[in-house]
C-alpha cells in the first residue's frame, strides 16, 4: 500500500489529516500522529516525493561539503566513502539524495557555499574540515538552513556537531607512551586552521604536563593528510638532532609515507621509535603492524545523517533523540609499532 489515500482510508481519516501528520505540521494532535506514523511503517507508505517537493518547495537533496585537494587525495577514498555510505543508507529511507559539494582549495570555503545557498541547490547540509573560526556556520545559521558539522569549531550558531575524540585519543597515546618510560614525544598536525589540529596539539600538551613533560615546538609536525604528508615528517624527524623516542601521527595515510621515510634511512618502528597512529585500509599491511585508534565510519555517518534530520521538521518525527554535540569514540588497536620502551636511569 503505497497512496496516502489508502493510508487514509485504512485509518479512517481525512487524507488533509493524514498529509498533515506526516509532514509534521503542528495542527495535528500527538495520538493522531502516533497512528499515522504507525499505519505507515506498517503498511509500507512511500511518500511520493515529486510532488512533495514541488508543493514544499524542497529539492529532497543533502549537500556534503568538501575541500579539494588534500582532504580528498589524502583519505577520500578510506574516510569519506565509508562515511557517505552510513549517510546515504538513512537518507535512502526518506528518498533523499546525498550530493557532495567540492569546494576548490584555490577557492574561499566561504564564498563556494554561499553560492550553492543562493541557487537553493540542497534543503541541508553536512560541513567537514572545520576551521578554528568558520565563516560557514553563520552563513548557513543566518539562511536558516539545516545543517550539522563534521567537527569542531569556535563559531558557535548552536548548530549539532559530531567530533572525533582527538582529546581521547592524545590522552591515551601520550599516558602510554610515558608509561614506556618516554620523554621525548613528537606529534603531528594538519597543516592548515582546521579544527581538530588544535584541539588534538593542546590535549597532548595538558597531558604531557600532567606528567611533568613539556610538548617542545621542534617536535610538532605540520603534514599535509597523505602519504607525502607522512614522508616529509619522517625526513624532518630523521633530520634533527635529537630524535624524539616516541611519535603520535594524527591523520590515517600519513604513516604509510612515514614508515618509507623510516626504511630509507634504517630506522625501524618499534625498535628505534614508538609510534601511534589511525587506523586506515592501508595501514593493515604496514610492518610492523600498526598501534592505532580505529572508529566505525558507516556509523559515524548513520549519525550524522540522522543528526542532521532530526533538526528538520519534516523528518523530526523519526528522530526525536536525534544525536547532537558528541565526541565520537575511536578503538585503540595493539600493534607492535609502539614496542619500544626507554628505561630511564
Same mark, same amino acid.
Given at each position: 500500500?503505497? #497512496?496516502?489515500?489508502? $493510508?487514509?482510508? @485504512? ?40 510532488? &512533495? ?9 543533502? #549537500? ?11 583519505? #577520500? ?16 529511507? =526518506?528518498?533523499?539524495?546525498?550530493? /557532495? ?13 554561499? &553560492?550553492?545557498? /543562493? ?13 578554528? =573560526? ?8 543566518? &539562511? ?9 569549531? *569556535?563559531?558557535?550558531?548552536? +548548530? ?11 590522552? /591515551? ?17 594538519? =597543516? ?18 600532567? @606528567?611533568?613533560?613539556? !610538548?617542545?615546538?621542534? !617536535? ?8 607525502? #604528508?607522512?614522508? +616529509? ?26 614508515? &618509507? ?20 585500509? @592501508? ?25 542532521? *534530520? ?10 526525536? @533523540?536525534?544525536?547532537?554535540?558528541? $565526541? ?11 614496542? *619500544? ?5
Amino acid at each position: 500500500m503505497k #497512496g496516502i489515500r489508502r $493510508l487514509a482510508q @485504512h485509518l479512517d481519516i481525512s487524507i488533509g489529516t493524514v498529509s498533515r501528520a506526516l509532514n509534521g505540521r503542528p495542527d495535528v494532535n500527538e495520538e493522531t500522529r502516533r497512528r499515522v506514523l504507525a499505519a505507515a511503517k506498517e503498511l509500507g507508505y512511500v511518500p511520493n516525493q515529486s510532488g &512533495r517537493s514541488l508543493r514544499q518547495g524542497t529539492t529532497n537533496i543533502i #549537500g556534503f561539503m568538501m575541500q579539494t585537494g588534500t582532504e580528498i587525495t589524502g583519505q #577520500g577514498d578510506t574516510f569519506f566513502m565509508s562515511v557517505f555510505d552510513g549517510v546515504q543508507a538513512v537518507f535512502g529511507r =526518506h528518498k533523499l539524495d546525498l550530493v /557532495a559539494l567540492l569546494c576548490s582549495s584555490e577557492e574561499d570555503p566561504a564564498d563556494y557555499l554561499s &553560492r550553492v545557498v /543562493a541557487r537553493g541547490f540542497a534543503d541541508g547540509v553536512i560541513l567537514s574540515a572545520t576551521q578554528r =573560526h568558520d565563516a560557514r556556520v553563520e552563513l548557513l545559521s543566518e &539562511r536558516n538552513i539545516p545543517f550539522v558539522t563534521l567537527g569542531r569549531t *569556535l563559531t558557535d550558531a548552536g +548548530q549539532p556537531w559530531l567530533d572525533l575524540d582527538f582529546e581521547g585519543m592524545a590522552q /591515551a597515546s601520550i599516558d602510554r607512551l610515558v608509561a614506556r618510560g618516554h620523554r621525548r614525544i613528537a606529534v603531528t598536525r594538519p =597543516h592548515d586552521d582546521v579544527n581538530l589540529g588544535y584541539v588534538f596539539v593542546e590535549r597532548c600538551r595538558e597531558a604531557l604536563a600532567s @606528567h611533568g613533560l613539556a !610538548l617542545e615546538e621542534e !617536535l610538532i609536525f605540520r603534514s599535509t593528510p597523505n602519504e607525502a #604528508g607522512g614522508y +616529509q615528517v619522517g625526513r624532518e624527524l630523521l633530520s634533527l638532532d635529537e630524535r624524539p623516542t616516541a611519535i603520535v601521527l594524527i591523520n590515517e595515510t600519513i604513516a604509510i609515507g612515514f614508515y &618509507r621515510a623510516l626504511s630509507e634511512a634504517g630506522v625501524k618502528p618499534g625498535r628505534d621509535i614508538a609510534v601511534i597512529g589511525r587506523y586506515s585500509p @592501508h595501514a593493515q599491511f604496514l610492518s610492523p603492524s600498526l598501534t592505532c585508534f580505529r572508529l566505525s565510519l558507516r556509523d559515524l555517518g548513520v549519525a550524522l545523517a540522522e543528526t542532521l *534530520l532530526s533538526t528538520m521538521p519534516v523528518f523530526r518525527e523519526h528522530y526525536p @533523540h536525534g544525536t547532537a554535540n558528541k $565526541l565520537w569514540p575511536m578503538e585503540l588497536v595493539e600493534g607492535a609499532s609502539d614496542a *619500544l620502551h626507554i628505561h630511564q636511569p
